[in-house]
């Protein structure tokens, strides 16, 4: 039985084996030698959506024959719907970037497909994307959002009133018998002291055209997929990693220097470095892994360990404070701003949502 820990190391070396000999050698050595917990590695490996990455890392090594038949037949079934959902959001993004750069607006594509246009995966099939993502500077923004709606984009979740306010993209947006929805972004943090060093004119510096696509530098796709976990995810504030980031950090600190792309940032560079200290050591000592060390990176990493111990309520607590964070803030801005206290009485008074909120509280069925 392996127990959290245990089992997310494992998974993090295993998707190294195609590019660390050593890793490579040890977790056969291991495959060979050990009962492993396929339960653990399989809810784990999901959960953290890498699954199929895993998959693609074992059959590149060869070490499928270690496996158990039925786990190997039902990786490759996973990986066979990835690649093919992969393969219409790659043809998706085609089409999204034919009709804006017909109108004058270049998309600049991030995270999973923005890494997917880039080539930076052997195999598609490696990656679980969600939303295509991309961001626009601020005179294309609203024009933008505006070419994508009589396109036949529209809510994906439609309400009778929208949440007020600045957030970092459009609401999400998805069109009929296309694969998925689409965010557009105006900035990538929802933290404004963050914005500032972080944001599409600082990317669109060193952004690069690859296949007629505009998507980040590795430096900055490296930051980005940072950024997503530490500060968008709370992920430095817990000591939490998602494993999907990580192993495209990993991926992309073989395409460019993870010390110095981090070290190019001001305010974000002690997050960000601290997440390269983790991954550094969830995937055994990978040397382009390597950050600043520090005495706040080692305490950052004393905590991080400490987390194993007990992850599942860190995990809860966390969400349980997001979610008090959040009402406490909506109250104060209610009281400031007039557009908050509009969207609060309209909340409040609306029938239908206090009947939904009762039967998620197990008050009324």
């Known amino acids: 039985q392996l127990n959290y820990k245990e089992t997310l190391f494992f998974i993090a070396k295993c998707l190294t084996i195609s590019k660390e000999i050593k890793n490579r050698d040890e977790i056969e050595k291991q495959l060979k030698s050990t009962s492993i917990d396929w339960d653990a590695v399989v809810k784990l490996g999901t959960a953290d959506l890498v699954f199929p990455a895993l998959y693609c890392n074992f ?35 085609k089409e999204l970037n034919t009709l804006l750069l017909a109108n004058n607006i270049t998309p600049l594509f991030l995270k999973g497909t923005g890494n997917l246009l880039a080539g930076v995966y052997d195999d598609i099939a490696e990656r679980m994307v969600g939303d295509i993502d991309f961001i626009f500077s601020k005179q294309d923004y609203s024009t933008a959002i505006t070419i994508l709606r009589e396109f036949g984009y529209s809510e994906v979740i439609k309400y009778k009133y929208y949440f007020p306010g600045e957030r970092k993209h459009y609401r999400r947006l998805q069109k009929e ?6 965010e557009i972004h105006s900035e990538f943090l929802g933290i404004k002291k963050y914005t500032k060093e972080f944001n599409y004119n600082f990317v669109g510096q060193d952004s690069q055209d690859i296949n007629g696509f505009k998507v980040l530098s590795y430096a900055n796709k490296l930051n980005l997929s940072i950024i997503a976990n530490q500060i968008n995810d709370s992920g430095f504030y817990y000591k939490t990693m998602a494993l999907r980031n990580a192993y495209d950090v990993f991926l992309l600190s073989k395409k460019t220097n993870a010390k110095a792309a981090v070290n190019t940032l001001n305010k974000l560079s002690h997050p960000l470095n601290c997440f390269l200290a983790a991954c550094y050591e969830v995937f055994d000592r990978v040397d382009s892994l390597e950050c600043n060390k520090t005495t706040k990176t080692a305490s950052y990493m004393s905590e991080f360990n400490s987390q194993f111990t007990n992850p599942i309520p860190i995990k809860t607590q966390s969400t349980h404070i997001k979610i008090y964070l959040f009402r406490v803030n909506i109250i104060l801005k209610s009281i400031i701003h ?14 239908d949502w206090c009947k939904r909120k009762l039967v998620q509280l197990g008050i009324k069925k």
Request: aromatic share 12%; net charge positive; hydrophobic share 40%.
């Open 338 to 351: 007039k557009e908050y206290r509009v969207w609060l009485f309209n909340v409040l008074t609306d029938k």
């Open 59 to 93: 059959k590149r090594a060869d070490f499928l024959k270690y496996l158990p038949q039925d786990l190997v037949s039902y990786m490759e079934y996973i990986t066979n719907i990835n690649r093919e959902r992969n393969e219409k959001i790659i043809a998706q993004a």
């Open 177 to 182: 018998n296309n694969i998925a929805a689409i």
